[in-house]
C-alpha cells in the first residue's frame, strides 16, 4: 500500500522558519519529491531527494531518511509569496509515477 | 520555453455528457501523466504513457475513462457519460526521461477544472 502523511495546515510568520513534515509507508522508492501548489495553478518543482541527508537550495532545504520513511521541507526567511500549498510526493520505482500527500497549506501572516 | 498547457481550462458539463481534455507536453519530453486533484487533496496518478505506448493505466477509476497519445506527444483525456463524483483538477505532466533512477522531474500544466453538473 501507499501511505503519505503530512499536517494539514501550518501558520508561520514572515521572516520566520518554517519547517513541513512527511513521513510515507510505501511499497517502493524512488526519490521523494517536494512540490509548491498556489490556488488554481500547477504544482512547481521544489526540490528532490533520493539519497538520506540534506539536500540546500536558496531559501528552501529538503531532508531525508530512508530507514524512517521521512522527510521535511525547511522554509527560511519567509515571504508572504510562499503561502501556498506544499506537496510531498515518493515516485514509484517501476513506472515513474508520484504517489501524492494530501498537501500541507501553509499561511504566511505578516 | 513553452511549458506544458492544457485546454481547456474550464469544462462545466451535464451529467451523461462525453468530455475530451487536452494536454500539450514540453516538446521532447517522452513521458507524459494524467492525475486528478480533488479539492484540498493531492494528485492522484490516472496514467502513464512512455512516447505512444500507454505503459500503465491502474489508476483510471472506471472503464469510462480513456487516454491517449497516438503520436507521442499530445494527449487526450476523455471521460464517458461523466458524473458528479468526476469534479475535479485533470492535471498534465511531462517528463524527460533519460534512464531509470535519473532525478528528472515532472512538469505540470495548470489543469483542467472539470465540473460536472
Known amino acids: 500500500g501507499q501511505n503519505i502523511d503530512q499536517p494539514t495546515e501550518m501558520t508561520a510568520t514572515e521572516g520566520a522558519i518554517v519547517q513541513i513534515n512527511c513521513t510515507y509507508q510505501t511499497s517502493g522508492f524512488n526519490g521523494l519529491f517536494w512540490y509548491q501548489q498556489h490556488a488554481g495553478e500547477a504544482p512547481t518543482f521544489l526540490s528532490y531527494n533520493v539519497l538520506d541527508g540534506l539536500e540546500e537550495k536558496g531559501r528552501f532545504s529538503s531532508f531525508l531518511s530512508r530507514s524512517k520513511g521521512y522527510s521535511y521541507l525547511l522554509l527560511k526567511e519567509l515571504q508572504m509569496k510562499d503561502s501556498a500549498s506544499y506537496l510531498c510526493a515518493v515516485r514509484d520505482p517501476f513506472r515513474d509515477k508520484l504517489v501524492f500527500g494530501a498537501g500541507t497549506i501553509l499561511r504566511v501572516k505578516s | 520555453g513553452a511549458g506544458v498547457s492544457q485546454s481547456p481550462r474550464y469544462k462545466v458539463a451535464k451529467r451523461g455528457q462525453d468530455v475530451a481534455l487536452r494536454c500539450d507536453p514540453i516538446?521532447?519530453?517522452?513521458?507524459l501523466f494524467w492525475y486528478q486533484q480533488a479539492l484540498g487533496q493531492g494528485p492522484e496518478f490516472l496514467t502513464y504513457f512512455q512516447n505512444e505506448a500507454q505503459l500503465d493505466k491502474s489508476g483510471l477509476p472506471s472503464d469510462r475513462f480513456f487516454a491517449e497519445r497516438p503520436e507521442g506527444s499530445v494527449s487526450t483525456l476523455k471521460i464517458q457519460r461523466t458524473q458528479q463524483e468526476d469534479s475535479a483538477v485533470y492535471l498534465c505532466?511531462?517528463?524527460?526521461?533519460?534512464?531509470?533512477?535519473?532525478?528528472?522531474?515532472?512538469?505540470f500544466g495548470p489543469g483542467t477544472r472539470l465540473t460536472v453538473t
Open positions: 505532466a511531462s517528463s524527460l526521461f533519460l534512464t531509470e533512477g535519473d532525478d528528472y522531474e515532472q512538469y
Open positions: 516538446s521532447g519530453h517522452v513521458s
